[in-house]
Structures are given as structure tokens and as C-alpha cells.
């Protein structure tokens, strides 16, 4: 197989064209609270019976919906069929490209993860990413059936935003980018697959995938940390991510704080994994188990917990300084961590927000996150997703 060809697809999952506004509504009700059957679908969307099963007939029979287990309710007659979003209705490509490792990972409709592959690297040279990204997509597609190759509706990349917004100024860590100076990353994707590409924050990326597959349905209003080599973040607003005007919004790793000697330092100085990664560096410990997967820190518990109790001080400081802006009702925690690493690291959160100056805040709830390392990749999955299939905004999606 040649791999410098242009992998093509015969687009089958866009045959049917765009989908119309009762459609996406019917769809987006079905992703948010689950299957259910056509007559609560009916009475939620404010949408007649009819228009719903005609609705409903033409989602399914495209392949997009699957069919559940009858259920009888209390009254007598025939017992409702839930229905649900198929989980290999839509596939999706998500590429994460990060400061120490990529994953592309192949996605379904209700977010499960189909298929994965990663590479790691001390820097993100472009023509090693770009190469891991020609032979995974190849690789993954010779191992769908051909009914399912026609599903894959398009790919999604979340980069840092040295490399997601071209328009930006703040290159502050330029140098580990050095390779992709005057490189347009929708260009080098286009050159790869002929599929509909979208670039995005990995930061907000990684809030649209705990918006949509994680605990973020629980909430209306947050804001969302997210802890790799550097802290980034998202904000949700009326159940719906708030993208910003150039797609950056809640670039918390910005909020501003105080160094020990009183010098001005930001959340990214305070708060960010490259913090530890040169603590293990300095103790002759390897730090790539960090990006490692598996996810295994227990050789380095002791300089980990140090870390966790410094990242816990900045991010309680940093809730409220959020919280003074927009009432969030909660903020979530997540990252590329270990699950007993990303639950500590909360309820450290919590206790140290106790002690912070309260005044004429109310402290909003601090939750974890439910996604964790993969959720930049699932959650640039999701653009191509929802750019053609769902609705933009989830107000007034949830379930009451």
C-alpha cells in the first residue's frame, strides 16, 4: 500500500445530504438522554406523534438508529420500543496532537472508542506526526468491513493552540513547534484523507468530550480544567461549549497568580504536568511513564504527591477566580492522569477551597472529570459528528 496516496472515501454516510433542523433535534435528544421511545420523544420535542415516526422510520432506516429491548409499562397494551442512537451508525476520526504524544483514535456514534493508536516523543516534530497519522488512518480503515468504511463522516484535530488558531500571536513555547513554522495543519491533514477536516483547541476539545460523553450532561454552567504537559481548559454555558470568537474560549491556564518571591506567574506555571515531569527528571526517575499507557506513576508516588498538593492549592484558587467571572455551578477536573491521581487531586481541591477568601462568592461544586487521557482525541472526533448530525447548542435538550 502506498502510503503518500490520498486515502478517499465514497462518502455513503453523506448521500442523504444535510440533515433538516427535526432531525438533528430528534438525534441530539437521543445523544443527551438516552433512548427512549418515539412517544416521549414526541412530548419532549413538542413535535405531533406523526412527524416523529416519520421522523424516526427515515433515522433508522438510514442506519442511524437501533432498536431496544420492548418495555411494558403499567397500563394495558402494546409495550414501547426504546429507540437509540447506533453505536457504528456514524464513525468519526479524532487526532490529538500533543506536546509529548498523538493518538488518532476511531470513534462511534455514542462516543466508544473503535479503535486507537499512539506514538510518543520527547518533541512534536512534524514529519514524525504526520507519518504516524498516514499509517494509523490506513491502517484503522483496512480493518473496518466495507459497509463500514462508507459511515466514517469525517476527522477532527485538536491541537494546542500554537497549531489550532494560525491567527495567534502567543507562541510562547515556540520552540517545541519549531517544525511546523509557516505549516497550515489543515493543508498537511488534507494531503492525507479527502474526508471533512476540523481543527480545534485540544483544551476545548477535551471539554466537548466530557460535555457529551461525560458527567458535563449533569451540569448547565462549569468551567473545565484539563492537566496535560500544560493546563488548559473550557468553558459550557446554557448546557452548550462556548467556543469564543477564534475558538480558544477558557483559556484558564492564563488566569493570573503570584509566584513565591511575588513575581507574576500564570495557572500553566503553577499547575501543569511539565512541573512534575522535571521533578522525576531531577530524582534520575524516567518521565516518560508519564505519557505511557497504560498508566502506571506508582514508582513515583512521593514527588507525585508533592505534586498534587501544589496543583491542588493553585486549582481551588483558580475556581473562584473563575467563579467571580460567570456563577459557574461547577468546575470539573480531568487530565491525562491516572484515575487515583485525577480523584486525589479533587479532593485535595475541595478541602483547600475551604480555606480560600470567600467573600461575596458561593463556592461551586468541584467534580472529576470521567474521560481522562483520551478525551482531546474523542473530543475532536465529535466536531465532524456534530457539524452534521446534531444540533450546535443543547439548550433545552435535557430531559425534565
Known amino acids: 500500500m502506498n502510503m503518500q496516496k490520498t486515502i478517499s472515501f465514497s462518502g455513503g454516510i453523506n448521500q442523504s445530504g444535510l440533515r ?83 493518538e488518532l483514535m476511531l470513534i462511534g456514534f455514542t462516543g466508544d472508542i473503535i479503535e486507537q493508536a499512539s506514538i510518543s516523543y520527547k518533541r512534536p516534530e512534524r514529519i514524525e506526526i504526520i507519518n504516524f497519522l498516514k499509517e494509523a488512518i490506513h491502517s484503522m480503515v483496512f480493518n473496518l468491513p466495507p459497509n463500514q468504511r462508507e459511515r466514517i463522516c469525517g476527522i477532527g484535530v485538536a491541537a494546542p493552540l500554537e497549531l489550532s488558531n494560525p491567527e495567534s500571536n502567543e507562541i510562547g513555547l515556540y520552540e517545541e513547534f519549531e517544525s511546523w513554522a509557516d505549516v497550515n495543519l489543515l493543508d498537511e491533514v488534507t494531503r492525507i484523507t479527502n474526508l471533512q477536516i476540523y481543527i480545534a483547541n485540544d483544551a476545548t476539545s477535551a471539554c466537548k468530550a466530557e460535555h457529551v460523553f461525560g458527567r458535563g450532561k449533569q451540569f448547565k454552567d462549569y468551567a473545565y480544567f484539563f492537566i496535560a504537559t500544560y493546563i488548559g481548559g473550557g468553558i459550557v454555558l446554557n448546557h452548550s461549549v462556548f467556543e469564543g470568537n477564534q475558538g480558544n474560549a477558557g483559556a484558564l491556564g492564563a488566569i493570573p497568580g503570584v509566584g513565591p518571591n511575588g513575581e507574576s506567574r500564570q495557572l500553566i506555571d503553577t499547575a501543569s504536568l511539565y512541573l512534575l515531569e522535571r521533578r522525576l527528571e531531577q530524582a534520575d526517575l524516567n518521565p516518560e511513564i508519564l505519557w505511557q499507557a497504560p498508566q502506571d506513576w506508582s514508582e513515583a508516588s512521593r514527588y507525585v504527591d508533592q505534586w498534587i498538593t501544589q496543583t491542588a492549592q493553585e ?33 485535595r481541591t475541595r478541602r483547600y477551597l475551604t480555606n480560600q477568601d470567600m467573600r461575596g462568592l458561593i463556592a461551586p461544586q468541584i467534580e472529576a472529570g470521567s474521560i481522562g487521557r483520551n478525551a482531546r482525541a474523542i473530543g475532536a472526533a465529535c466536531g465532524p459528528i456534530f457539524s452534521q448530525f446534531f444540533l450546535n447548542t443543547n439548550i433545552g435538550l435535557v430531559q425534565t
Open 315 to 347: 486549582l481551588a484558587k483558580a475556581a473562584l477566580s473563575a467563579c467571580s467571572v460567570i456563577d459557574f455551578e461547577a468546575i470539573i477536573i480531568d487530565g491525562s492522569l491516572p484515575t487515583y491521581v485525577r480523584e486525589e487531586l479533587v479532593e
Open 20 to 102: 433538516d433542523y427535526n432531525e438533528r433535534l430528534l438525534l441530539s435528544l437521543l445523544l443527551r438522554n438516552g433512548p427512549m421511545p418515539g412517544s416521549d420523544l414526541s412530548r419532549i420535542a413538542g413535535l405531533s406523534s406523526q412527524t416523529v415516526s416519520v421522523i424516526l422510520r427515515k433515522l433508522e432506516s438510514d442506519g442511524l438508529l437501533e432498536r431496544g429491548e420492548p418495555k411494558r409499562g403499567g397500563r394495558v397494551g402494546k409495550p414501547s420500543i426504546p429507540l437509540g442512537l447506533a453505536a457504528k451508525g456514524v464513525l468519526s476520526f479524532g487526532l490529538k496532537i500533543g506536546r509529548r504524544s498523538s
